[in-house]
């Protein structure tokens, strides 16, 4: 099975208006940590946001927050008020267990913010 | 603080070469680990170092090997080159101390096999 799963290959948004990027994850370790990060084409990986399995609140940062809901092991990603420096991949990624083990990244969501 | 930086930036080998990529992580950092990213596979992990230890290493066959030196900096080595090792090879420091500390990422090494 797959370990991050992100059902939208292409996504656009009007600039201005929230989004949001699905991703699901697969793991039986109780302690993992989710990820999520930006690659615009320029190809360097930008880190947006982290949420850690034991955490009680949704992370946020800035206009990204984090919708974690455990039970369905589900962790979309929302983007507030796009703009059009958001036009990106955006990648889902999990490290299971506290150390020593990979990162599994999705597959991505191409985000297009429209003017 | 300078980010992680990788060379070269682009690189054209033929197949049966071998090529060494480096990686100069965040002063600080004692993690480093390496991934392969190609249009048909997505982002693959490939290893990682921390302390001059490989800590975790992906399904990559042996062609594909690391270092890390006393510094943190990183190397890695694809040796005996196929067409299908063209893919953009990215290099990502964390302090490494526990497994979620965040991954800042390098601008990647363009790799391309003829």
């Known amino acids: 099975a797959q370990k991050i799963t992100q059902t939208q290959p292409g996504m656009f948004v009007q600039e201005k208006e929230a989004v949001t990027l699905d991703c699901t994850y697969d793991?039986?370790?109780?302690?993992?940590?989710l990820f999520w990060y930006k690659q615009p084409s320029s190809g360097e990986m930008i880190f947006l946001i982290y949420?850690?399995?034991?955490?009680?609140q949704n992370a946020t940062e800035g206009r990204y927050s984090l919708n974690f809901q455990k039970a369905r092991k589900s962790a979309n990603l929302v983007i507030s008020a796009s703009q059009l420096g958001d036009s990106a991949m955006y990648f889902c990624?999990?490290?299971?267990?506290?150390?020593?083990?990979?990162?599994?990244f999705g597959t991505g969501t191409s985000l297009t913010v429209i003017p | 603080k300078a980010g992680v930086t990788q060379t070269p930036r682009y690189l054209i080998k033929t197949r049966g070469q071998q090529v060494t990529l480096s990686c100069s992580p965040i002063s600080g950092h004692r993690s480093v680990s390496w991934y392969q990213q190609t249009p048909g596979q997505g982002l693959q992990f490939l290893f990682e170092?921390?302390?001059?230890?490989?800590?975790n290493k992906g399904n990559f066959p042996g062609r594909f090997s690391g270092r890390q030196f006393s510094n943190s900096r990183s190397e890695m080595n694809v040796s005996t080159l196929e067409l299908g090792d063209s893919a953009l090879y990215l290099c990502?420091?964390?302090?490494?101390?526990?497994?979620?500390?965040?991954?800042?990422f390098g601008p990647g090494t363009r790799l391309t096999v003829l």
């Open positions: 949420q850690g399995s034991y955490d009680q």
């Open positions: 990502a420091s964390s302090l490494g101390r526990t497994g979620y500390n965040e991954q800042f």
């Open positions: 793991t039986s370790d109780p302690s993992y940590g």
């Open positions: 990624a999990m490290r299971e267990g506290w150390t020593g083990n990979q990162f599994y």
């Open positions: 170092y921390f302390s001059e230890t490989q800590r």
